[in-house]
């Protein structure tokens, strides 16, 4: 659905208010992003540089243009200042005035156009599974944060030490505590430039004991977020099953302590329309339960199609291992994938499930002979 | 509360012994630590060198003072001896003597002065969440000790191995075993300085070998302490739930087991006083309940104020996705958080529960109608 | 089962076809990508050019002579666009045409060997537990994707930074966002080559948030396939146990949801023939389950040949810590390994199981007496 | 219980055929190995080359008179061949032998000696926790052998394509494709040295992204060893304190699947001789059941001594949470860890083992008053 070349604005309003970014607003920010890095390359720019200005100034035009929309749009449902001090109102706010402040400031030309670097930001509210990655942080913040302390004790304190042993010997380079941070973090963090390097025996002792601890801070660092990432995936996972299986008829004769039990073994997907799920042919180690949407299953001479809360794929499982049919959605769906190791375990615990899909899969396939 | 500017000895005094660092204590390591690295830089030096040592001897009065209050509010409780000896006793003392001591022993000024980064250790007894790591770290030592042993092998074979091969090429880079260990300890932990580097093919191989061991060793070790740290967090976790868990009365009716079972489905906070737990019109998917303190509920046209023991923001886990009020905290309190997921299974387990907070959740809907 | 030296062709032919990678195939790999890159050793290309090339030519003539061997086996099958279009097909028909077009092409000779290196990719689909790193990437491509913009957008801002406090000082290093970018890189992934330092303060200041956002980026991601790790091993090895399990007619006796339970205990090991699985006098501590294939226990005196369904080691966990008899698979054979932890689970959840075992091994100890 | 002097021979060959290293032998690792870096050590060399090299011969002749016993006595109980063939032994000789046929092969004295470096391997077997390692690689050998695989087909690709982009700019240092493997090993393992770089815009491009393949090899190598480590720890813990628990009478009433269910919450450590377990007036939030060993606690006016099978420490799970009085171990002494949050689950879990618990603690209060 890309946007016709003369756009009508109530239409573009409408797109531009009611999602994160339109697909346009994707291509103006690649477009002036591109641009941006393009104007500091100095042939290009020499080469083309009235181009790189039309097109820098169209999408700083579309940015503020969006801006006031979404303005007029939060002020028009009573959220205006809740959409100002949003991240993202603050990042549209920022796309769309920084340039045009640094430019009437009197800065010049191609160092204000540096501030786009603010459209790339634009991209971040949108992007799908940042709010669990927060999450995490949140819930891991206590943890994390020791770890930092840490991480700047040791530094500071390596500082401190390499700048007495090394400054006699190498006056330019550990002068002073802020250069011996320098190479401090280069070393804490093992990045290693290697432009700042301890030549005392000692400064090699304290620096090795530092590269050491920057192994430890890492993995201390890694070990509590992947900790914080295991809860988080559980439950996000949960948190997105349960509507969907207390919508599907199939489960909902089960009491509300089997739903939690069979919530926690279902993981749902999103697809879009026309997307085949199931190849002919093709090996398969789960069922779907449709959440939501249709799918069409493609079966020689005639296309049956399935709604909500029906089930397919189920074949796979009562050991038929390959597909027998192309199955597609037919407009935007969700579904409950159940995997191999889960239906085993659901149906070990609900019999009654077992019995439901297995008379299913009977019916199907006499139907289909 | 900032201390006022001439603030009276008692009350400094009780302040200094009832927590690990009051927030002067905070104010004086800050500036001590930035006078200290100032002091390094040469010209900031040259331009106000009177300034940053009056500050530097300030700060230094302060931890002398505040080290002498502790020791005598130790005595006093007679436990002087506990308190020199534990890590928070040592980092007072040397905060207060290192510097002392090395004016007095002739080391020329600058260079005392640099005895102050024992300051920046204070901050450490006071992170919240260290202990949490201390324990991780015992609690693994066996293993963590284990691929220290194994790093510290292939550290020396590849020192011995390239001083081998390539001392002949590079005696100033490789010319003795310590010097080797100097490039194989920045190749081993990833961090490749590149101020020395093998030329022969076969140190080449070698060293090849050695930067993969790297990342292997790099490896075990965050293997490690991320089983280690999944294991402390539930643990943690449970400790500081079980306590406010069996104090409020909703839990009180259950028998041990479930008490048990509950309280891992919550997680503590401690807030401030007039923090906003709840803002009106946000989503929500967790529930409260107060462990102690005391919040207020803002409705339209009246305050709502709950103690121990209640609960709100059941809402959210009860079909109504966003806030209907604004819930702000009246004086430090404890919380225990329900999320949605553990929410759905408590109720489907505890059935009784369900009732109540259903039973609850409709009054509070008719009344504030 | 190494190829005679003039092969028959009806015999590659069924080998090539039947499997991803015949040994010859590995032995043609090898010495293809050995003399590819012994071509671009000056010396060595001088002192024999002439074998390399002859040996080139050779590996060459095999690829495409196993490309066209499996494409007319795919088309025997029906199953030619199948295989066109998987990896397997593209691989191959890039390592049988890439070269000779090439050359074709007019391009050099020591260039289009080159192209050789796509002889390596031939390796990847045989791959062990790749499906399984896939799955895992699928899964977690959420995260990880979220992840990656937080990289890319970091990396981005960063370079715009240090390009606007750089480039004046240096205009070679960071005259230009995409020069910018190469120091970013560099340093986000804490690779920190060294060839482009930031020189200013604040571009120091800079560099070191970076360095410090590459640490977290590398934890984050490092948490994410963790946990998505952990989940698709326990999923793997339930699919694998649980086919084995349900042939082994000691389990059969066990209702679905027991067999459920005991799949998750067991762990699946493919043996091949002349194996020795457990040697005399060795500590045991786990018994072993025969899914398919069989084994040989030589006993003093005689042997004694165990077929499917049998079980051996159970001493190891009834008391008797050394094994007492060297036992060895006759041919390629499939077994479940039951620890000792899982054992006296199982033990204690099935006690009828408990006793058969119990009875089994009374029974051998009697016999072998 | 260091050796005396002048030790005799029968006591010796005891100490050193019982267990991997008797304290002896530590001291003779570490005086070899730091003698074997002196030597290298031009300065120190020449000025005390005589007690180096005596020191040298000592250590060497201290590991051959060691091998030699081990091997007599190896052969004594029949398992020589077992003995040689052993990791152990292997080593064992190799520090032995490697440098006498150097000396008598006519190696240089200095180079000869370097062969030393294999008597640091004989501390490896006695590293606690390294089976443990080691079974995490086994376990997951089949994932970590496909990362390697993904490792060296990305590294092998990035150093032709390098090849082909650097090698007319940088001759000298892309020359070859051994030459890029270089390049390439450093940037893929995140090394960066930096003494080799890529130069064109395409050649950085490529590096970039073999860079950020680093960070994901990395990530995919952690997230295994992390998923292997916690399944082995599980496992070694059970494997510990199973015996353990089965020895205490406490426990015994219970049946096989209760067993199972607290030994799963159990915690085993071994410590030595006269060791305070619980310091009188510390904190306290665990109890300690004694599998093996004997303490005694020290109370005021009399000491009580505990035996195995009893326990102690359990007032800080009743309400108490200062410990009362002072443990020690009088010999070697296994005891089992219950933490408070396990002791929660327990109790809720085996009312019974609750009351007996309790009902000692209130004896021993009464008692004690």
Redesign the interface.
């Known amino acids: 659905m890309s946007q016709p070349p003369g756009f009508p604005l109530s239409e573009f309003a409408t797109a531009t208010t009611g999602r994160n970014m339109t697909r346009s607003a994707y291509v103006a920010v690649t477009c002036g992003?591109v641009m941006?890095?393009l104007l500091?390359?100095?042939p290009v720019y020499a080469a083309m540089h009235e181009v790189i200005g039309a097109l820098l100034w169209a999408c700083l035009v579309f940015f503020v243009f969006e801006w006031l929309i979404r303005l007029r749009h939060a002020a028009g449902t009573g959220r205006r200042a809740?959409y100002i001090v949003s991240f993202r109102g603050i990042v549209d706010a920022a796309s769309a005035l920084a340039v045009p402040i640094a430019l009437a400031a009197g800065v010049g030309s191609r160092?204000a156009w540096?501030l786009g670097?603010f459209w790339?930001?634009k991209?971040?509210p949108g992007?799908?599974?940042?709010r669990?990655?927060r999450r995490?942080l949140v819930?891991e913040s206590?943890?994390l944060?020791?770890?930092l302390?840490?991480?700047l004790?040791v530094l500071?304190?390596a500082a401190?030490?390499e700048?007495?042993l090394e400054?006699e010997l190498q006056p330019s380079s550990f002068?002073?505590?802020?250069a011996a941070?320098?190479w401090a973090?280069?070393?804490l963090?093992?990045?290693?430039?290697?432009?700042v390097?301890p030549l005392t025996?000692l400064g090699?002792l304290v620096?090795?004991g530092v590269?050491?601890c920057?192994?430890?801070?890492?993995?201390?660092?890694?070990?509590?977020?992947?900790?914080?990432?295991?809860a988080e995936?559980?439950?996000d996972n949960?948190?997105r099953s349960?509507e969907a299986v207390s919508k599907v008829p199939f489960f909902a004769s089960l009491?509300?302590?089997a739903?939690?039990?069979v919530?926690q073994l279902l993981?749902t997907i999103d697809l879009p329309a026309r997307t085949t799920i199931i190849r002919k042919g093709h090996a398969g180690?789960c069922m779907y339960f449709i959440a939501s949407g249709e799918v069409e299953v493609d079966l020689p001479g005639k296309k049956v199609v399935l709604g909500e809360g029906a089930f397919f794929g189920e074949m796979a499982l009562l050991g038929n291992n390959l597909r027998s049919a192309d199955i597609t959605t037919t407009r935007v769906t969700r579904l409950l994938v159940l995997?191999?190791?889960d239906f085993?375990?659901l149906?070990?615990?609900h019999?009654d499930l077992?019995e439901t899909i297995d008379a299913e899969a009977r019916r199907r396939a006499l139907e289909n002979k």
Chains 1, 2, 3, 4 share one sequence.
Request: charged residues 10%.
């Open positions: 992003v941006m890095v500091t390359v100095d809740a160092s540096l670097m790339v930001l991209v971040i992007t799908r599974g940042l669990q990655l995490v819930v206590g943890p944060l020791s770890v302390v840490l991480f004790t500071f304190m401190v030490a700048f007495f400054h002068g002073s505590i802020p941070l320098w973090v280069a070393t963090t093992t990045t290693g430039y290697g432009d390097v025996p090699r620096a090795a590269m050491i920057g192994l430890g801070v890492f993995g201390l660092w890694t070990g509590i977020l992947a900790t914080g990432f295991a995936t559980r439950r949960f948190l349960w009491g509300p302590a739903i939690a039990d919530t993981r180690d995997d191999l190791v085993r375990l149906m070990a615990r019999p077992a």
